[in-house]
């Protein structure tokens, strides 16, 4: 036979004290009741030894939070290589997370492929949590200016400008990043550079392009933006020196760089990170782990009231590698 869990009921018998005094004690007094120390502790002592253990629920309804963040991707969520560019930031908020006593709770969103989707029931059901982290490339514009206008804490990881400014994110700095690395190009004499970047549009790549553009016309650098080929050999006769590409998380346009210029002699730096890692490739380091910690943070503060700064710009390390030549 199933033994029965303990309820405050059977608490209240053993201390010698009422129901309401337990309800009370377990709640943690929220109320300011007058009541004797040793009443308190007899309580604790009580539940403590019959192994009670709080309706989650319950306790929801109570105090209006669970202590319990949401966690919403538009990707499988959990990589099978460690390499991926979203394990540094599951990590990151894993480790905040329990920094915080926050338990998490992951929203999986898939359709019958095991893919993402932005299917708004999905995404609203991350209201049973008291706020929800989300990462991806894009928005689900619609669902997500749903859970904002409802106040529901959310965070994304990674920059957005969609819905006028209003969604809170913590992401990386790549506009100064991607400067630098056209910035060091430019020291090392290369004046005709492409650009490469996929066939995709995200707040992400843009900045990146941004950085890129701008840096090369302030120093006087040729630079053009490639999205969906490699032309190596017109490169080369147009005297093209050095190639930069975009890290993204299907890494198609490193890839696509790298099988065109394998056997010449070709400058060349990512925009993050390759997929292979390694610090030989000029690029930079984007503060991924960090990341996932501090949009945990924010998310906190958003559900505690206390919120500092609703959008977060975190520096990039830069990686002077090896894959760029000097050529004056």
């Not at 359709?111 to 059901?125: F, K, L, P, S």
Request: proline share 5%; glycine share 8%.
């Amino acid at each position: 036979m199933t033994r029965r869990a303990p309820r405050q009921a059977d608490i209240a018998a053993l201390a010698g004290v009422s129901q309401a005094t337990v309800s009370v004690v377990l709640g943690g007094n929220q109320g300011g009741v007058r009541m004797a120390e040793d009443t308190r502790l007899r309580v604790l002592a009580a539940a403590e030894k019959l192994g009670y253990v709080p309706d989650p629920v319950a306790t929801r309804l109570a105090s209006k939070r669970n202590h319990m963040l949401g966690l919403y991707t538009f990707k499988a969520t959990f990589p099978t290589d460690v390499a991926d560019s979203y394990y540094p930031i599951l990590v990151g908020v894993e480790e905040q997370a329990a920094a915080l006593g926050q338990d998490l709770i992951l929203f999986t969103g898939a359709d019958g492929r095991g893919e993402r989707t932005h299917d708004e029931v999905a995404i609203r059901r991350t209201r049973i949590a008291d706020g929800c982290l989300f990462f991806g490339r894009h928005v689900p514009v619609a669902s997500i200016e749903k859970l904002v206008e409802s106040d529901f804490p959310l965070v994304y990881i990674g920059r957005r400008d969609e819905l006028e400014g209003r969604i809170p994110f913590v992401g990386a700095d790549y506009v100064s990043a991607s400067a630098a690395v056209v910035d060091q190009l430019a020291s090392l004499g290369h004046r005709n550079v492409r650009y490469v970047r996929e066939n995709d549009d995200a707040p992400s790549s843009t900045d990146r392009e941004r950085g890129v553009v701008e840096a090369a016309a302030k120093a006087g650098i040729e630079c053009r933006v490639v999205r969906d080929e490699v032309p190596v050999d017109e490169w080369l006769r147009d005297g093209v020196t050095a190639v930069v590409v975009e890290e993204t998380d299907t890494g198609a346009a490193y890839a696509a760089v790298r099988a065109a210029i394998a056997d010449i002699d070709l400058s060349y730096a990512v925009l993050g990170r390759p997929p292979e890692g390694g610090d030989e490739v000029t690029g930079f380091e984007v503060p991924r782990r960090e990341m996932g910690r501090r949009a945990v943070e924010l998310l906190v503060e958003l559900i505690t009231g206390d919120p500092r700064n609703l959008h977060q710009l975190l520096p990039c390390t830069p990686v002077p590698g090896t894959t760029v030549k000097d050529v004056r």
